[in-house]
């Protein structure tokens, strides 16, 4: 049973701690005020969160909790120090755990450690960030599959639709409709191949118009 004199040399020696020591605490450390203005969610937002999450415990000196600096080990060899130690570690988990999602909170909520959680959640954000990467990765070459197969089949087919020039309104009236709807036709002024005499006679069943001698009126 621990006596009077010996709880008041306790607190003697808590409240003797210097503000360097990080197991020094103030009355702002205990309170539940805002000391960082974003949540973590997820990959998106893992950076901004670490830097802002390190940045307001370091202003409290508390940082030794996070990067696995300031080990209980240290302080076993004093009870007063060691239950500190548990008293500090405890507050920090609360500040890291209040400011991730709920989905991270409920797998991070057993967890004793806060140098534990922030280097869990680092390695769980790094393997999310090399899947999303893998995955557009993945993404990227199937669309350059699709993209090359469309060249392939463009390349086949390099007709633009609209008017069959040198025809008669009349003969280009009955005569597109015939035309496939996948079958293009360039007309933009150039003398058709070979090619695309052999195309078009090939689609249609019928001559090239120029062959039977029709002209314009």
């Known amino acids: 049973m621990v006596g009077p004199s010996s709880s008041s040399s306790s607190d003697d020696l808590i409240s003797s701690l210097d503000l360097d020591n990080p197991l020094h605490l103030q009355n702002s450390d205990f309170n539940s005020g805002i000391i960082i203005y974003v949540k973590l969610t997820g990959t998106e937002n893992y950076r901004v969160w670490a830097a802002a ?73 790094i393997n999310l960030m090399a899947r999303d990467d893998v995955l557009k990765h993945s993404q990227l070459m199937r669309l350059v599959q699709i993209l090359m197969g469309l060249n392939d089949v463009y390349q086949l087919m390099t007709y633009p639709p609209l008017r069959l020039k040198g025809l008669p309104f009349e003969l280009e009236r009955d005569i597109l409709p015939i035309i496939p709807r996948n079958l293009q036709i360039v007309s933009s002024g150039v003398k058709p191949s070979s090619r695309w005499l052999l195309v078009w006679e090939s689609a249609t069943r019928i001559p090239y118009p120029s062959r039977c001698g029709l002209r314009r009126n």
Do not use: H
Request: net charge negative.
């Open 53 to 125: 999450m390190k940045l307001a415990i370091n202003t409290r000196n508390k940082v030794g909790f996070i990067d696995g600096t300031c080990l209980k080990s240290a302080y076993e060899i004093s009870a007063p120090l060691s239950n500190q130690w548990e008293r500090c570690n405890s507050i920090v988990l609360f500040w890291l755990l209040n400011y991730v999602s709920e989905d991270l909170f409920l797998v991070q909520i057993f967890s004793d450690n806060a140098s534990e959680v922030v280097a869990e959640l680092k390695e769980l954000m």
